[in-house]
């Protein structure tokens, strides 16, 4: 069981900076392709970023220039670096860890509310 904890989330105005923290419970590294998905009010869940095969990076383009993600192994711990924010970007934004192996589980964190203010 991994357990997720997202924390940075907040209200923020256009044009400005947050940055989103997931802490895992236990090591992710080669075993869990970690993410970030956002869900707005009526819209379905969507990729943000994420870690792929390799160690690379993938982004929605509707973030690509703006967000960055970012790991730290030692700590457990993966960063959303988010510049420039825009007020479609508000939403509740989850840690997500998708697992590299057939058969096991995909874990999620619970959220964290990000508003950003016109």
């Known amino acids: 069981q991994l357990q997720l904890v997202e924390s940075g989330g907040g209200l923020v105005q256009a044009g400005g900076s947050l940055r989103l923290s997931c802490a895992a419970s236990?090591?992710?590294?080669?075993?869990?392709?970690m993410g970030w998905y956002r869900q707005a009010p009526g819209n379905q869940r969507e990729l943000v970023a994420s870690?792929?095969?390799?160690?690379?990076?993938n982004y929605a383009d509707s973030v690509k220039g703006r967000f960055s993600i970012s790991r730290d192994d030692a700590k457990n711990t993966v960063y959303l670096q988010m510049n420039s924010l825009k007020p479609e970007d508000t939403a509740v934004y989850y840690c997500?860890?998708?697992?590299?192996?057939?058969?096991?589980?995909?874990?999620w964190g619970q959220g964290t509310q990000v508003t950003v203010s016109s």
């Open positions: 997500n860890a998708k697992p590299r192996f057939v058969g096991r589980p995909e874990f």
């Open positions: 870690f792929r095969l390799g160690g690379s990076t």
């Open positions: 236990g090591s992710f590294l080669g075993v869990y392709f």
